[in-house]
């Protein structure tokens, strides 16, 4: 008897877009091998996308789930009026069996070895362990979704090395893919910045911690624009999550609307349609591709000039990471890979700020579009900004 979902099968699932021609549409089997290698040929150098990998097995009694006690009940992967969350999952996913098949789907990936999966897992209360579970050892996934910076905490200094020092206990051999926005949240830059004034500035910041965390990282479309949450109005809601449960959840409808490429064209260059499945917004409009390209000062310019950044210094991905003493709204790590150890600085407040630097020689990096002021022993950060220096 097979073990579980078949590999092939998970693949034919997840993979439709990728298949040339009609075989997408034909069923998985033992003899699907054929079309799942092009599937795979046809992903090269791509990354898989994420789905929740933790739900691939139930119970086979089908028993239910108990109650989750309330005061272990958190919000960080459903919002708080989802009954889902009353529950305690030991049932329905996080199943000890799913770690073999995953070391089965692996073993089909590795046939192909310029593809990474990425894999998704939702779990409230033992997220980043089970994140440790599915990408330790080499023989399961390359690296997993994880939610915690998807939740609706406020992002601190604290909060940030909170998260990652987590991680490092829960999961000490495994590997995140990092994410400040995706399709079911409230995009960062109003989940984070309902007070800020200068959001701009306050995207650049976020993007620069985002990209020099431990780990891979996830840019959610329209990010790298600086884009808010849209507020929908209900008439125009699709998404039935939050017509369920409406007011106290609008849906996910805010951070899903159309891409914006055009500020001249009908509907923002996305379609040619009279309407879209969701509106417009005429902030969204004003901040198109068109709008930016090109402009130092942008946030999309700034997107590209840091993914540029953090490519040249690979201690910003794969390095240790240490965090220094939180003083006031000052983020302070420094990343270390073989001889090289970075610094990072951060300024996450609206005020000017002093950043001690620690002790020894540090050599000011550019490169990064920030703009900062040493002055003997530290920094002088403004609002929103951030400073970085490889140790002499």
């Known amino acids: 008897m097979a073990l579980g979902p078949d590999p092939h099968a998970v693949l034919h699932a997840q993979l439709p877009d990728l298949a040339a021609g009609p075989q997408h549409a034909q069923s998985a089997g033992p003899g699907c091998g054929a079309r799942c290698h092009a599937f795979l040929a046809a992903a090269r150098r791509r990354r898989l996308p994420p789905r929740h990998i933790n739900f691939y097995f139930h119970d086979k009694l089908l028993r239910d789930n108990p109650a989750l006690a309330p005061e272990r009940r958190n919000a960080s992967t459903a919002p708080a009026v989802n009954p889902y ?10 199943r000890p069996e799913n770690i073999a098949f995953l070391k089965r789907f692996r073993a089909l ?3 192909f070895p310029a593809i990474a999966a990425v894999g998704e897992v939702g779990d409230s209360q033992r997220g980043l362990e089970i994140v440790g579970e599915y990408t330790s050892g080499n023989d399961k996934m390359q690296m997993c979704y994880a939610f915690e910076f998807l939740a609706p905490d406020p992002l601190t200094p604290a909060r940030v090395a909170e998260v990652q020092k987590a991680f490092a206990e829960a999961a000490p051999e495994g590997w995140a893919c990092w994410a400040f926005s995706n399709h079911d949240v409230v995009r960062h830059v109003s989940r984070w910045g309902a007070d800020v004034v200068d959001r701009d500035a306050f995207a ?3 993007c620069a911690i985002l ?3 431990r780990g891979s990282v996830c840019i959610y479309q329209g990010e790298e624009l600086g884009l808010t949450e849209a507020d929908i109005a209900f008439e125009d809601l699709q998404d039935p999550y939050g017509i369920q449960f409406w007011p106290e959840f609008k849906g996910r409808d805010g951070c899903r609307t159309p891409m914006v490429w055009d500020s001249k064209t009908a509907q923002a260059g996305f379609s040619t349609a009279q309407k879209t499945w969701l509106p417009i917004p005429v902030e969204h409009v004003l901040k198109a591709v068109d709008t930016q390209q090109g402009d130092e000062a942008s946030v999309l310019e700034h997107y590209r000039r840091f993914l540029a950044f953090r490519r040249q210094h690979p201690a910003f991905a794969k390095g240790g990471i240490v965090f220094h003493p939180v003083e006031g709204n000052v983020l302070s790590y420094t990343r270390t890979l073989g001889n090289e150890t970075l610094l990072c600085l951060f300024n996450m407040g609206a005020e000017p700020a002093h950043a001690v630097l ?3 020689q540090w050599n000011t990096l550019e490169g990064h579009g920030f703009a900062s ?3 003997n022993d530290g920094v002088e950060l403004p609002a929103w900004g951030a400073h970085f220096a490889r140790h002499a």
Do not use: V
């Not at 969350?85 to 996080?94: G, L, S, T, V």
């Open 85 to 94: 969350n009353f529950q305690e999952h030991i049932y329905d996913k996080n």
């Open 109 to 111: 990936l590795d046939e």
């Open 204 to 206: 650049k910041m976020l």
């Open 211 to 213: 990209m020099t965390q």
């Open 358 to 360: 620690p002790d020894g």
């Open 373 to 375: 002021e040493t002055k």
